[in-house]
Structures are given as C-alpha cells and as structure tokens.
C-alpha cells in the first residue's frame, strides 16, 4: 500500500537552530500540503502546493518558515530560526485531486524545541 | 472565513454504549465533509466523506454521518463502540476560496472506551 513519506520522525532542537522536514507523497498525488499539529488541537494547514506551485499559505509564519516542492514531488518544510513555540508534530498530506479527494497522512515528524 | 467546531473534547464510554459526537462548521459555500480518526500510534486517516446525495453516509466500521445543512452540522455516530474504537476523532471541511480548495480541521474528540 503507498504510503506518505515522512524524515525525521522525531527532531530535538535548540532555539534559534535551522530544522528541515522532508515529505514524499504518494505518486502520482498533485496536492500536497504541511499541516502543524500542536498536542490537543486540530492540524492546522501551513501550505498546500498543486504540483509545484503554491496555492495557499497564508497561514505559514513566513519570517521564519519556508517551504519548496521544486520538481512538484517531494517537498521540505524548513524553519530558521526554530522558536520554544514551533515544539509540535508537522504532519504531510497529499490528496490525488483537491476538493473531494481524500488526504493520505504521513506519520509525521514531532519536533522538540529546547 | 472556513471553521470547524467539536463540541466533545474528551469523550469516555463503554463497551456497547452508542456515540455521537458534534462537529458544527462554518462556510459560505458549497463544502466537503469528512471525518478522519487517528489511532494510539498510527497516522490520521479517513473514516468516511459527504460529497453530495444522501446525506446520511456510512463509513469503515460501523461507524456514519449525517449532514443537516440547515444546521451546517455533520455529526458522526456509531450504535454500538468497542474497545478498539479508542481514538481521537476530527471533523474537516473542505471548500472552495478563490479557486483553492481548503481543508480545515477541527479540534479533534478524543474517545476512550472501557471494557
């Protein structure tokens, strides 16, 4: 069965430090998105991408996060600096067509800030 | 804007006892409704979706949703939950805003049933 592909699964950081998180989506799959997860609440959507390009982040604290997907596949989450704040789990998803398609979710990748 | 509200945050029950639990939300135009369910350990994944049609849909395990668009309100429920229904439940709605279709979550129940 495909499966979302997430790295690393977990990461321990310092404040101030550079964290990247790597996505692979199911193949095939146009629509990738990055959502944070803080303990106790709903995934909140940070990105969504349609192929390549980005179609919505207007939710991503762009002073110190980024994203890419160059080639429309695979996708990284960067933060520089990480903050006490971003400690949470940045989950991937990826869906075959947006609107009614289904999200596949990766395990995710759980960061600890220190 | 798009929201999604859960009324249960934590939700305990026993074996057999029936379950509903609340997801109102909010948007101006035609959406998608789901519920996704993430087991101890395991990654979310879909329960069942309301696209369109009959609005009482049924989903893995038991488990269905009904949409009452005059309440903007898809509850899901279950008859009878086991043990293994132990998990954490999210509701999201999915819309189109400019073009984009936007998935939003809601705060997630978390259910733990009793043997």
């Known amino acids: 069965e495909a499966e979302v592909a997430q790295s690393p699964r977990y990461k321990i950081t310092e404040k101030s430090q550079a964290v990247a998180f790597w996505c692979d989506p199911i193949?095939?799959?146009?629509?990738l998105y990055w959502y944070r997860q803080i303990l106790g609440q709903g995934p909140e959507l940070l990105v969504q991408?349609?192929?390549?390009?980005?179609?919505?982040d207007s939710q991503l604290p762009k002073d110190r996060f980024s994203a890419e997907r160059l080639k429309g596949v695979d996708s990284t989450l960067k933060i520089q600096p990480a903050e006490l704040g971003d400690s949470a789990m940045y989950l991937c998803?990826?869906?075959?067509?947006?609107?009614?398609?289904?999200?596949?979710f990766g395990e995710g990748s759980r960061l600890t800030v220190l | 804007a798009q929201s999604v509200s859960q009324h249960n945050h934590h939700v305990i029950l026993s074996e057999a006892a029936s379950l509903e639990l609340g997801c109102n939300y909010s948007?101006?135009?035609?959406?998608?409704l789901f519920w996704y369910v993430q087991y101890p350990g395991q990654h979310l994944q879909l329960l069942l979706k309301y696209f369109s049609g009959d609005p009482l849909v049924k989903g893995i395990k038991g488990f269905e949703a009904e949409f009452i668009k005059s309440k903007f309100s898809f509850n899901l429920r279950k008859p009878s939950v086991q043990w293994s229904d132990t998990a954490e439940y999210f509701c999201?709605?999915?819309?189109?805003?400019?073009?984009?279709?936007?998935?939003?979550f809601g705060t997630g129940t978390r259910l733990k049933v009793l043997a």
């Open positions: 998803a990826s869906s075959l067509v947006q609107g009614t398609g289904e999200l596949f």
């Open positions: 991408f349609q192929d390549e390009s980005v179609v919505d």
């Open positions: 948007y101006g135009g035609t959406v998608n």
């Open positions: 193949s095939g799959h146009a629509t």
């Open positions: 999201a709605v999915n819309g189109a805003t400019s073009g984009t279709y936007k998935y939003i």
